[in-house]
């Protein structure tokens, strides 16, 4: 409760900037299209008062985050970093939307540097607990996870995807689009995100049972043209992830061993156990960037080389058993 009122509270701080500067900075303003800053209204402090002040929007938005952890941060703490980029979110999105009707003339939110989000590192299942997390789910979800397992799309792509992505002939998913939750459709995170992605044979089973729409329908949506909300899906699916647990604890006591049990994971968690099982199969590293969207190869080994053989005893053996072999032929 304590982070919800942090988040909403560091929301009406923001807002009440962008929209007043939204207002005054249109096209048609001299002054918008003259000068690099504008005026914005600035909600100081949680006192509830205004100032008007001749700033940037990218210095008011950083001004209002520092103001509030130089105090310890808003309910007397510090805000995370994820607290932060979860914040600007929508600000961004309300950006991008206004620049498209031409409500102004740029786009500020692109300019402000967000903290990185670095905390725990994402749990990764195995690939037996991937087939035993999605039978354990309700069936008309099975699809779904199944496809976030082992096809590696984010949460956004999931929601976008349409029946027309996937080419079951030639064993395909195309993905060309993400779902943003204020702007529906967009584009995806970079042009790498534009990607084709290969069904296995053990997605299929799960795509072939599910009866597909046409065209622009979504492949996974409430409705045709309205996507899953996440909530509905990620519940159940924790509820079921639980009772098994439950029954396997109980199982395990009674039968004098550890119980094996299932990690409750997130769509974006499911993505990196799709990226771990194509390292585990010696997917080479440059289709593992493609297949996961990736902009940079240095971006696939930034967040997966930990994965991938090479560790320092594996690597002495393989350069020793080269050196040797290539020392008997030199011989």
Not at 144 to 167: K, P, V
């Amino acid at each position: 409760m304590m982070n919800r009122e942090r988040s909403t509270k560091l929301k009406y701080l923001c807002l009440a900037a962008v929209l007043f500067g939204t207002a005054l900075m249109r096209p048609d303003s001299v002054a918008a299209q003259a000068q690099p800053t504008i005026k914005v209204g600035i909600l100081h402090s949680l006192s509830g008062t205004m100032a008007i002040s001749e700033t940037t929007l990218k210095d008011t938005i950083l001004m209002m985050i520092d103001e509030q952890n130089k105090k310890g941060g808003l309910l007397g703490r510090k805000l995370a970093a994820s607290t932060i980029r979860n914040t600007m979110n929508p600000l961004q999105a309300i950006y991008r939307h206004a620049v498209r009707r031409e409500l102004v003339v740029v786009n500020p939110t692109r300019e402000v540097d967000l903290p990185a989000a670095r905390g725990r590192r994402e749990k990764i299942a195995t690939a037996s607990q991937a087939a035993r997390i999605i039978a354990a789910v309700p069936e008309s979800d099975r699809a779904i996870w199944a496809t976030a397992f082992y096809a590696g799309l984010r949460r956004g792509e999931l929601q976008a995807l349409r029946s027309s992505d996937i080419d079951l002939d030639r064993s395909e998913i195309t993905v060309e689009r993400s779902w943003d939750q204020y702007e529906g459709p967009i584009a995806p995170k970079s042009k790498a995100g534009v990607r084709t992605v290969p069904i296995l044979a053990v997605l299929r089973d799960h795509l072939d049972a599910r009866t597909l729409g046409t065209g622009s329908d979504l492949v996974f949506g409430r409705r045709p043209d309205e996507p899953f909300a996440p909530k509905t899906i990620a519940d159940p699916a924790k509820r079921a992830w639980a009772a098994v647990n439950e029954r396997e604890r109980e199982e395990a006591e009674r039968e004098g061993r550890n119980p094996d049990l299932l990690p409750s994971l997130t769509f974006h968690e499911c993505r990196h156990t799709f990226a771990s099982l194509l390292i585990d199969a010696g997917v080479n590293p440059k289709a593992i960037q493609e297949f996961m969207g990736h902009a940079t190869i240095e971006e696939t080994f930034s967040r997966y080389g930990h994965l991938m053989p090479g560790a320092r005893d594996q690597a002495r053996q393989l350069v020793d058993a080269y050196m040797d072999a290539a020392t008997l032929r030199a011989a």
